[in-house]
């Protein structure tokens, strides 16, 4: 958790954010966000989504470092980029090739969860990533709760309970999922083999 704690640190640090204002800004309690940082506690994906969208970054940059050496993804689009982006459909003119080997990726440590980036940037009109997740793994205590777009999920292989409000579902192999982004969500691994999931995020939030 070292390294991680590091960089978070390092990321508030940079934009003058004591644990104070850092643990108004996200809900999470000030000694939590210490122990984050010294290492001492290991962060739901959830809580490193409220951390980064709180520095205005993607949580894959939060994983930049020597082990994952393939660049950062750049910046999160702001609410006024994705407004304008929706309303003048502002489309890429470039042609982007990604090697499976140089995927950006990052996992939690004494997590079975691994996310990988598909799409080479976040300064697309979409994000697609790829999940492997263990049995029993789950995106945290508390459900995400994403700014305004649209999610789309596809089932490649395995298991997943997924919960979007009250509502809980069972996706299997083949199964797709399509739901607002900004409706409390989460989901854990059902499947005692690896499940394995496309995820689609308009816009690009993670």
């Known amino acids: 958790m070292d390294p991680l704690g590091r960089k978070i640190k390092q990321e508030r640090q940079k934009r003058n954010f004591t644990l104070e204002m850092l643990s108004q800004k996200i809900n999470l309690s000030k000694s939590f966000l ?4 010294r290492g001492l506690a290991q962060p ?11 520095f205005g970054i993607s949580v894959v940059n939060l994983f930049i470092n020597e082990s ?3 660049g950062d993804v750049g910046p999160l689009p702001s609410v006024k980029e994705n407004e304008s982006r929706g309303s003048v459909s502002v489309y890429v003119k470039d042609i982007k090739v990604v090697r499976k080997d140089r995927r950006k990726s990052l996992s939690l440590p004494g997590s079975k969860i691994i996310y990988e980036l598909l799409t080479p ?7 697609v990533m790829y999940l ?3 049995y029993g793994e789950h995106s945290g205590n508390e459900p995400m709760i994403d700014p305004p777009g649209e999610k789309f999920g596809l089932v490649l292989n395995g298991s997943l309970q997924f919960q979007i409000g009250n509502e809980v579902y069972q996706l299997h192999e083949g199964d797709t999922i399509y739901f607002p982004s900004n409706l409390p969500h989460s989901w854990r691994g059902i499947s005692k083999d690896t499940t394995e999931v496309i ?8």
């Open 68 to 70: 994952n050496p393939n």
């Open 132 to 134: 492997k997740i263990g």
């Open 34 to 37: 210490s122990q984050i940082e």
């Open 121 to 127: 940037d976040l300064n697309r009109q979409v994000e």
């Open 44 to 54: 739901s994906i959830t809580s490193l989504k409220k951390i980064s969208q709180a």
């Open 199 to 206: 995820w689609v995020l308009i816009p690009p939030w993670f």
